[in-house]
């Protein structure tokens, strides 16, 4: 029977943080606690650690249990906890290091995971009776990602974890094809693919978080992954190089551009291959193919520059792409530059082949069937390119070859070969065959005329630009001289010069309807106007001039300055699939060789690239798409309950020069944005007075509560739990409810389930082993283990050992102790202790005793002699020094055996005129046994010649001093001689003062000891 009272063993634990207080006030209303030890194991001190598993949301206490481990991972205790608020207590028999543990169901996420302590007595919380609580963080979402083609699992594949407005939380990487979200709130949330890496399924799989931990059994699909590799970057740029990627089978390239490149061509022994798609090498000389299906394939170079071609090596890589992205180890390297070409018909238009191409004026190559030539390997400089081919006729180009952009325009037939035949077949009779006759030929457009003349066949040929062209053949057969000949104006030569290529369109101011469009190409141009008369003319082309229009009469010279140059750009919004796409186009104009920056702007969209420089050529250039816009991302947040004016700040780990702030609206509201993601943004509330919490899984949402205002209700329920180890109680615990005044009888039924097993440990001398600790495990009842610790007289008591398990009992292995007899005892338990197992332990030395021995023939310079012992360091400073005095034997104090290295040296005192050899001139050992000794051998010798030149020195010197304190000190010099003259005249005898005698006084008679050579004793009595 137990009696329980309120104001005697009643522990209330309340909420200590302001944060605490608001989360656990809905849901616990502040129960009080009491926890019931009941406790009767003599005087042993035991120590309750005890706390709660706090959460914002209720669940079922019953399902998770409380685990206190040893240091080393076995289990010493298991509990639940209460039921209604989640309090817990462990009792701690025994001092040490220990760990508390939550066993919940799978996939519920705790804080912390794991509590470490150490039980002393004072200093940690259990002893201070604190509360170490665990707090509920949520749930754990797990699925699968597989391999669309054969349902490989895949992993270090990036699943992104999404709020339920479509925001990402998390994102983690799968392992063995599994992911994992852990501490999940309840809610709606979504997962998708988030990795660059791969490609395939774009669905949004919607999940429900409710009260448990959630399977995914839809699985994502893998169709392909990214593979990507280098161009070498040196002194040659190769951005915008583009690489090809073709295989043996037709796979269905994804997310790539299947654009041809027009100038490449295969090797003949890889033509077999099939193309699939390409990619563009960035300013580092990066190129990605991003979805690339499982499979063999090739990956071919091509780097052109204007007329420049870089020369790769390799010139092929292969790579196989297995069940995850590839990266190719070695990148590709320019090793040389060739110019590429071509030969056309007429602007934009087809090839010619079979064209003749000379390198200053040495023929090279051909080119092939679409026009295309190749100069290989260059040499840096400027040379002459001239195309040949029959009845064509193409104007020369100089380039200057270097490492940059090479400039060279495609050739174009300048001239064609017409070619005829006049053949008059009747003569009359009066007039001769002339073999040769003259032809004229007129331009239609330009109006002018040239003329031809046939051969002895009547054969003609003349190289003529392109154009229409009338061809007439005069003959005037008469029998008279013609005179008076007229010639006459039809027109007026307009040659203007233009930098670029144009469209000019001209009207006549006389006659509206009298226009036509001319076409000028860069250089001289020559044109025949019909009339004398002004023309406007209007220019239509991508460059900029100093007008648009003139007004020209022939006698006047238009002026033709070119300013800037049209540049065009394309800009691709895109959003989500099944949305409209739109594509806006943008031009502007810039000067030859200014540095521009683009940089699109936006209410709703996100642009990437954020910005692209460019510097403007001296051509027209479409950019081509350069942005791609999408909907961007933005931050709503609000303050909970809704409150104005606080001010909150935006600040990003990626970019750290960025701080955006902003002040909520009445509603507590806020937004940022557009933001291209929302990873690495930290949101922070902030308001005098006010203390924010961010609310978990949802980004720039706070709960905000004020300061210094807190009520605190507390209501007279109680939770008891029994707690005695090695007895089990029903009901295991109860929540009692006490009223003002009342007791209440709680009945508790007790059953023992484990005993215990005491002993003592004494040394080999019977003397008690303190501080020893012993173990007790199982091998056949897992997850059993238990421990003590010897008292001061040597006695210990292991508790918890449950019956029908055999356990071994030890001593727990330590450096400070030695070898216990027996090693072990085997204990089959039943139902009762087990008393009187015992252990010896001998004791094994703990230090090392150092001594040493020198060996001399000169006896008399041991008292010369110290031995140092020093700590193997930089310094070398001596712990030890012991004067050897007049023996040949030292000895150190002993040192700990710790595995330290010493050094140990002999130092003599000796002056230097004396040579000293010890051998050896030290012994480094290491402090790893109980006894070291060693022998060293001392040798010293007189230096003679250092000896003479001392003597000769001061000779004269101590000569004179000497005689000096022998005169001043003559009576005591004199009483000195005497007394050893007494000594050898009587060696034998032993009087008590000599000095009497030689001082005259008179001694009767006196009793003296005189040892005999003999060495016997005699007393005798002598008169002196």
């Not at 604190?130 to 349902?151: C, P, Q, T, W, Y």
């Not at 309840?186 to 009260?211: A, E, M, T, W």
């Not at 062209?469 to 005069?474: M, T």
């Not at 008591?797 to 400070?816: D, M």
Request: charged fraction near 20%; charge should be neutral; hydrophobic fraction near 35%.
């Amino acid at each position: 029977m137990l009696a329980i009272h309120k104001y005697s063993i009643c522990r209330i634990s309340l909420l200590s943080s302001w944060s605490d207080t608001l989360a656990m006030n809905a849901l616990l209303k502040f129960f009080s606690f009491v926890c019931l030890a009941m406790i009767s194991v003599g005087a042993q001190e035991v120590f309750s650690c005890g706390g709660f598993i706090k959460s914002d949301l209720p669940f079922d206490y019953n399902r998770i249990k409380v685990q206190l481990y040893t240091d080393e991972g076995n289990l010493k205790y298991e509990t639940d906890c209460a039921p209604n608020n989640g309090y817990y207590m462990v009792p701690v028999y025994v001092k040490g290091k220990y760990v508390i543990k939550l066993d919940p169901p799978k996939g519920w996420g705790f804080e912390p995971e794991s509590f470490k302590l150490e039980v002393d007595g004072q200093r940690d919380p259990c002893s201070k009776g604190e509360d170490i609580n665990f707090h509920f963080r949520g749930f754990m979402v797990s699925g699968k990602v597989i391999l669309a083609n054969d349902g490989t699992s895949l992993s270090d594949v990036n699943v992104a974890f999404l709020d339920g407005e479509k925001k990402e939380v998390k994102s983690v990487k799968t392992k063995n094809g599994w992911y994992q979200f852990h501490m999940v709130y309840p809610g709606d949330y979504f997962v998708k693919l988030n990795d660059p890496s791969v490609c395939g399924d774009q669905r949004l799989l919607h999940i429900q978080v409710i009260n448990d931990s959630i399977l995914i059994e839809d699985n994502l699909k893998i169709l392909g992954f990214s593979l990507q590799g280098y161009l070498k970057k040196g002194s040659v740029s190769v951005s915008d190089t583009e690489v090809m990627l073709y295989s043996s089978e037709k796979y269905r390239p994804f997310e790539c551009d299947t654009a041809v490149v027009a100038d490449f061509e295969l090797p003949a022994k890889l033509s077999h291959l099939f193309y699939l798609c390409k990619a563009t090498a960035n300013e580092n000389g990066k190129f990605v193919f991003p979805c690339v299906a499982p499979g063999q394939y090739y990956i071919f170079p091509y780097g052109r520059k204007g007329g420049l071609i870089y020369d790769f090596s390799p010139k092929v890589m292969e790579a196989k792409i297995v069940t995850q992205p590839r990266i190719l180890q070695d990148p590709f390297s320019v090793v040389g530059l060739s110019v590429v070409g071509s030969v056309l018909w007429k602007h934009n238009g087809a090839g010619i082949s079979e064209v003749d191409i000379f390198l200053d004026n040495k023929l090279v190559t051909r080119t092939n069937a679409r026009g295309i030539y190749i100069l290989e390997k260059l040499s840096a400089g400027s040379h002459i390119i001239q195309p040949k081919k029959e009845d064509l006729e193409f104007r020369s180009q100089t380039i200057d070859v270097s490492e940059k952009e090479v400039s060279i325009s495609p050739f174009v037939v300048e001239r064609f070969q017409l070619c005829g035949r006049v053949i008059i077949s009747v003569f009359p009779p009066s007039v001769p065959k002339l073999t040769q006759r003259k032809l004229l030929l007129t331009n239609s457009i330009t109006k002018e005329v040239f003329s031809l003349t046939t051969n002895s066949n009547g054969n003609f040929c003349r190289l003529v630009s392109r154009g229409k062209y009338v061809l007439e053949v005069n003959i005037v057969v008469k029998d008279e001289d013609i005179h008076n000949v007229v010639f006459r104006q039809t027109g007026y030569l307009f040659s203007p010069v233009c930098s670029h290529e144009l469209t000019l369109k001209f009207v006549s101011e006389a006659d509206a309807n009298r226009s036509e469009m001319l076409h000028l190409r860069p250089g001289n141009n020559s044109l025949c106007l019909p009339l004398a008369d002004k023309f406007n003319f209007v220019i239509e082309s991508c460059h900029l001039f100093g007008n648009t229009s003139y007004t020209y009469f022939p006698n006047d010279v238009p002026p033709t300055e070119k300013t800037t140059h049209l540049k065009a750009v394309k800009i691709d919004p895109t959003s989500d699939k099944g949305a409209t796409y739109f594509i806006h186009y943008f031009d502007f104009y810039a000067t030859t060789g200014e540095d521009i920056t683009l940089s699109p702007e936006s209410d709703d969209l996100v642009f990437i690239p954020e910005f692209v420089k460019i510097t403007a050529e001296d051509d027209c250039l479409q950019l081509g798409k350069q942005f791609v816009g999408r909907v961007g991302l933005y931050l709503n947040g609000k303050i909970l309950p809704p409150l104005q004016d606080i001010q909150i700040t935006v600040t990003n780990d990626k970019k750290p020069e960025m701080v955006l702030t902003k002040t909520t609206d009445e509603k507590g509201e806020y937004s940022f944005g557009p933001f291209h993601s929302l990873d690495g943004l930290r949101v922070e509330a902030e308001k005098p007075g006010y203390f924010f919490e961010p609310i978990r899984g949802q980004l720039g949402h706070f709960k905000v509560s004020k300061l210094s205002e807190l009520s605190v209700e507390t209501t007279d329920e109680y939770f008891v739990r029994p707690v005695l180890k090695e007895y089990s109680f029903e009901p295991q615990h109860k929540i009692v409810k006490i009223e003002e005044g009342t007791s209440v009888v709680v009945k508790l039924q007790g059953k023992r389930v484990a005993f215990s097993c005491s002993g003592s440990v004494h040394y080999l001398n019977g003397e008690p082993a303190a501080g020893v600790v012993l173990e007790a495990f199982s091998e056949a009842c897992v997850q059993i283990h238990e421990d003590d610790v010897t008292s001061e007289v040597g006695t210990y008591k292991i508790r918890g050992l449950k019956p029908q398990c055999e356990y071994i009992l030890r001593v727990k292995k330590s450096n400070l102790i030695g070898r216990p007899l027996p090693m072990q005892h085997k204990l089959w338990i039943t139902n009762h202790d087990r008393v009187d197992v015992n252990f010896t332990i001998f004791q094994e030395p703990l230090t090392m005793d150092i001594m040493g021995h020198v060996r001399t023939e000169e006896i008399e310079h041991l008292s010369s002699l110290t031995a140092l012992l020093s700590e193997k360091t930089s310094s070398l400073v001596p712990v030890h020094r012991v004067p050897l005095h007049h023996s040949s034997f030292f000895f150190f104090p002993a040192v700990p055996m710790d595995n330290r290295t010493y050094v140990c040296q002999l130092e003599s005192s000796l002056p230097n005129f004396y040579v000293k050899n010890i051998t050896p001139p030290q012994v480094t050992f290491t402090a790893n046994k109980s006894v070291q000794s060693f022998i060293f051998e001392f040798h010293a010798k007189r230096n003679l010649i250092e000896s003479e030149i001392s003597t000769g020195s001061y000779a004269y010197f101590f000569l004179s001093l000497m005689i000096v304190i022998l005169s001043y000190y003559s009576d005591n010099v004199i009483h000195a001689l005497q007394v050893q003259l007494v000594n050898q005249v009587f060696p034998y005898w032993n009087y008590g003062t000599v000095s009497e005698v030689l001082n005259g006084r008179s001694v009767t008679a006196k009793e003296a000891s005189v040892d005999t050579p003999g060495g016997k004793k005699k007393t005798k009595i002598r008169k002196i």
